[in-house]
Nanobody, 123 residues
Framework: QVQLVESGGGLVQAGGSLRLSCAAS????????MGWFRQAPGKEREFVAA???????YYADSVKGRFTISRDNAKNTVFLQMNSLKPEDTAVYYC?????????????????WGQGTQVTVAS
């Protein structure tokens, strides 16, 4: 497992942007797929974006074209650039890591999770 620490959440007006960061410990970061999930009050945790160890990216339909996942392997960090934010993007955002190479949208397949960072989008 790796230890994950998110940062970059906050309050932003609708239409604005935020960049979330997730710093990972460990020397095998490059072998992990990284994902971002979110959970709004009263709702289940849902998939947002993921990047495989080889660089392939995946996005939920609700964020496609607005959010971008990227990683800096030299810094053991994964990012989520969020543009054109909407009030419905309000949630706690979690970074997650996993080994293996299938179905990156499923939260139970991730074995390391960060503590979460709050994103609030005001209308």
């Amino acid at each position: 497992q790796v230890q994950l620490v998110e940062s970059g959440g906050g309050l932003v007006q609708a239409g604005g942007s935020l960049r979330l960061s997730c710093a990972a410990s460990g020397r095998t970061f490059t072998s992990y797929a990284m994902g971002w999930f979110r959970q709004a009050p009263g709702k289940e945790r849902e998939f947002v974006a993921a990047g495989s160890w080889s660089g392939t990216t995946y996005y939920a339909d609700s964020v496609k074209g607005r959010f971008t996942i990227s990683r800096d392997n030299a810094k053991n960090t994964v990012f989520l650039q969020m543009n054109s934010l909407k009030p419905e993007d309000t949630a706690v955002y979690y970074c997650a890591a996993r080994r293996g190479g299938s179905d990156y949208t499923r939260a139970p397949l991730y074995d390391s999770w960060g503590q979460g960072t709050q994103v609030t989008v005001a209308s």
